[in-house]
Antibody, heavy 122, light 111 residues
Framework: EVQLVESGGGLVQPGGSLRLSCAAS????????MSWVRQAPGKGLEWVSS????????FYTDSVKGRFTISRDTSKNTLYLQMSSLRAEDTAVYYC???????????????WGQGTLVTVSS | DVVMTQSPLSLLVTPGEPASISCRSS???????????LDWYLQKPGQSPQLLIY???NRASGVPDRFSGSGSGTDFTLKISRVEAEDVGVYYC????????FGQGTRLEIK
């Protein structure tokens, strides 16, 4: 059974940093693209970043480029999102998602975690 | 960037009646491999989104056959043949052929 369990969310001041983790199980982690998708309170879904399983390329939405870094530890089957220079508009539930395939963004997102809330506020 | 536009943004449906949601992409979603990279997701109240339809018309595992996806190129439709109470939530279309992008979401409620 595929499981994605996020952790690391919390309250952080503007300009601060936070690292999200996603513990994956039930599939061969390193062969699949993995992504982060966020949802601001009361808003829709927004893709944030992807890590390609096939060639370890990384992709980011424009609003987080230079501030967020996606990475993975295949020995721990864990996906990370290092977030820095956080802004109020980064406040959201962050979902870890598994792609169907290993390339680019994974074609589609077949499994989602339960999400972790990040609140950026003073 | 690809823009995904859904309509309507809200639906109020009587149980047993059909429902339809439209999704339009600003760019063609046909991959050179022959697959159309358009998906549908449902976010039920208080839950994470779940995959309903992938590659335009394929139902995900466990999805009832009252859900169907159709369309090609830039115009797509999600249809529910007979709405049930458990279908309430927000429906999103998404494309991942280009930088992933979601539609605004369509909220389905039961009369």
């Amino acid at each position: 059974e595929v499981q994605l369990v996020e952790s690391g969310g919390g309250l952080v001041q503007p300009g601060g940093s936070l690292r999200l983790s996603c513990a994956a199980s039930g599939f061969t982690f390193y062969t699949y693209a993995m992504s982060w998708v966020r949802q601001a309170p009361g808003k829709g879904l927004e893709w944030v970043s992807s890590f390609s399983g096939s060639d370890a390329n990384t992709f980011y939405t424009d609003s987080v480029k230079g501030r967020f870094t996606i990475s993975r530890d295949t020995s721990k089957n864990t996906l990370y999102l290092q977030m820095s220079s956080l802004r109020a508009e980064d406040t959201a539930v962050y979902y870890c998602v598994k792609g169907y395939s290993g390339s680019y963004y994974g074609a589609y997102f077949d499994y989602w975690g339960q999400g972790t809330l990040v609140t950026v506020s003073s | 960037d690809v823009v995904m536009t859904q309509s309507p943004l809200s639906l109020l449906v009587t149980p047993g009646e059909p429902a339809s949601i439209s999704c339009r992409s600003s760019q063609n979603l046909l991959h050179t491999n022959g697959y159309t990279y358009l998906d549908w997701y449902l976010q039920k109240p208080g839950q994470s989104p779940q995959l309903l339809i992938y590659f335009g018309s394929n139902r995900a595992s466990g999805v009832p056959d009252r859900f169907s996806g159709s369309g090609s190129g830039t115009d797509f439709t999600l249809k529910i043949s007979r709405v049930e109470a458990e279908d309430v939530g927000v429906y999103y279309c998404m494309q991942a052929l280009h930088t992933p992008a979601f539609g605004q979401g369509t909220r389905l409620e039961i009369k």
